[in-house]
């Protein structure tokens, strides 16, 4: 078992001028599931292939433990890695295609063996030695390749969207085995996705990239929670969060006919880059419900007259009804522009397709960025 550390690791492709991967720093304990994650294009596979050798690292160091590693060949990192093509070979067996790298490096057949089995036993794949690849489901497969990656006992497991091909309710079943499997091996993993809410439940941190440059890292509750910036807080999290950019009012943001209180500091931040609006971001589930006749949220929000409705007015376009949550998925009209929003709501009570919602965010829930840098203001 090994710490990775990406030392301002930089990749510049021949031709380009702009990096794929732009100064990279990040610590990976030992033992720790880390996740990759971002949009296409964004240099997590970059990183990753950076780690693993198969790409130049351009600028700065990668070390495994207190190896520099920056310049070996693959074949000298102790690393192992899980394709998104699984990658065996269709003339051999299960058996071989797990053993194989052991029989490359000369180990005896009674050891690879004894491994092998160890490995199939732990992914359930005893039954399934004696099979060619082209005899298994996608799933059995992926658990072939995580087996050969297994039976190798590298420092560092290497995962490169190994779901991707499964259909979504193997790729569930699938993320839980490899999460409790890295558990209870211990060994330290690097696991690349695009898919948020597979980085938000399989690591123990979460590492956001766009455009070659690290955005966050960080555990999947406290990004959830305290977002870095604009970009972090419109990914991480589905649905995503609605980001509205609101006026600054006395004390607080100008939201519809309310002014929601924020906290002093984020105004002042905001003043001194010279903002007279901030980007106010609010999950779905963080809206009251505003009935016309008042609410318990309604009361404790400033607004601008006694007959409108506190809040803002969603006009309801679908309705999606999930059973026990029901997601409003709506227009709202602030500051002269009709935005989308989507509001999490009681799966009993959902509203009609053409009606209106008032809503309110809760005062203690709502994340304000600044409208100009986009970096978060708010505690």
């Known amino acids: 078992m090994a710490t990775v ?11 380009s001028t702009k990096p794929a991967v732009d100064a990279l720093e990040i610590a990976i304990e030992d033992g720790e599931f880390l996740v990759l994650v971002g949009p296409s294009g964004c240099g997590k596979s ?39 093509n699984y990658a065996l070979y269709p003339h051999m067996t299960v058996a071989d295609n797990m053993g194989f790298a052991l029989k490359i490096a000369g180990v005896n057949k009674a050891e690879i063996r004894a491994k092998v089995e160890e490995a199939a036993k732990i992914l359930d794949l005893t039954e399934y030695l004696d ?17 050969r990656a297994i039976v190798r006992e590298p420092q560092v497991f290497l995962m490169d969207e190994p779901l991707s091909n499964l259909d979504a309710k193997l790729r569930v079943s699938t993320r839980t085995q490899i999460a409790s499997l890295q558990r209870r091996l211990g060994i330290t993993t690097v696991y690349v996705t695009h898919d948020q809410v597979e980085a938000m439940t399989m690591g123990d941190r979460v590492a956001v990239l766009k455009d070659g440059l690290l955005q966050q890292v960080d555990t999947p509750r406290n990004m959830y929670d305290r977002p870095a910036n604009l970009f972090v807080a419109g990914f991480i999290g589905s649905p995503a969060m609605n980001l509205v950019e609101v006026a600054i009012a006395d004390g607080g943001v100008k939201f519809g006919n309310s002014v929601v209180p924020v906290s002093r500091e984020a105004l002042s931040a905001a003043a001194d880059k010279g903002d007279t609006t901030v980007t106010v971001g609010v999950r779905p589930e963080h809206f009251d419900v505003v009935e016309l006749g008042g609410g318990e949220a309604a009361k404790s929000l400033s607004k601008d007259s006694a007959d409108a409705p506190a809040g803002l007015a969603v006009s309801v376009n679908v309705v999606e009804e999930l059973g026990a949550d029901g997601y409003v998925y709506g227009a709202v009209e602030v500051g002269g522009e009709v935005k989308d929003l989507v509001v999490r709501v009681n799966g009993r009570q959902v509203p009609e397709k053409g009606s209106t919602l008032h809503v309110v965010p809760r005062p203690g829930e709502i994340h ?8 978060r203001l708010s505690d």
């Open 131 to 147: 099979r060619k690849p082209k005899a298994l489901s996608g799933g059995q497969r992926q658990r072939v390749a995580m087996g």
């Open 368 to 375: 304000v960025f600044s409208s100009s840098t986009g970096e």
């Open 5 to 15: 550390t990406f030392d301002k690791a930089t990749r510049i492709y021949p031709g």
């Open 46 to 84: 970059t990183s990753l292939r950076m780690l693993a050798g198969l790409e130049d690292v351009n600028g700065g160091a990668i070390r495994i433990g207190d190896r520099d590693v920056t310049h070996l060949p693959p074949k000298d990192r102790d690393i192992a890695m899980v394709f998104q």
